[in-house]
């Protein structure tokens, strides 16, 4: 089944490495977050058509193991009328539902393989995507927090500019006293 391998190469993926690359870590994030709801929408849909599947399986089955015995019951109802012929048509019958029932019972476990294998991907997907929620929301806020420090930075490095054109300006007033008084004598 296509759709259970490549969601296990879905679930072996890291994101890590892709995360600690990129220039933008947020935006990258924020895509890989819409990817794997996408890829759990689709196991869900896949999933609830196994479900499906897994219950028509099984109920074809209860179905071929209850004509089974409704043979058996035939069979051993015509030996105790004599009906030794009806007797042996009903145990021919039942032969061909037991054979039946071996592909039924096949299929049924198949499917129950499969049910159980999407779920957990399933839960693999919905762990991830909860956990990569939780990391998107923290590295949010430390986007927020770079930006306010990098305001307070700015903002600093306004006050130290602020200084030094206020310390220029006063040696330029005091340059200009100086003169002042020079020329004044």
Do not use: W
């Amino acid at each position: 089944m296509s759709v259970i391998k490549r969601f296990k190469t879905i679930m072996a993926s890291n994101i890590s490495p892709l995360l600690e690359k990129a220039e933008k870590p947020e935006q990258l994030l924020n895509e890989y977050l819409r990817t794997i709801s996408i890829d759990l929408r689709q196991v869900n849909a896949e999933m609830t058509t196994m479900i499906e599947q897994e219950k028509r399986a099984k109920r074809l089955l209860d179905d071929c193991k209850a004509e089974i015995n409704k043979f058996e019951r035939y069979a051993m109802k015509s030996i105790e009328d004599g009906n030794d012929e009806g007797a042996r048509k009903f145990l021919e019958k039942k032969a061909e539902a037991t054979n039946k029932s071996v592909v039924l019972q096949q299929a049924y476990e198949t499917a129950m393989i499969n049910t159980s294998q999407l779920k957990q991907i399933n839960d693999k997907l919905t762990t991830d995507l909860t956990d990569l929620q939780s990391r998107a929301n923290t590295l949010k806020n430390k986007t927020i927090l770079t930006k306010t420090k990098s305001s307070a930075n700015t903002t600093s490095k306004f006050e130290h500019l602020e200084e030094q054109v206020e310390r220029e300006l006063a040696e330029a007033e005091a340059l200009a006293e100086l003169r002042k008084d020079r020329f004044d004598i």
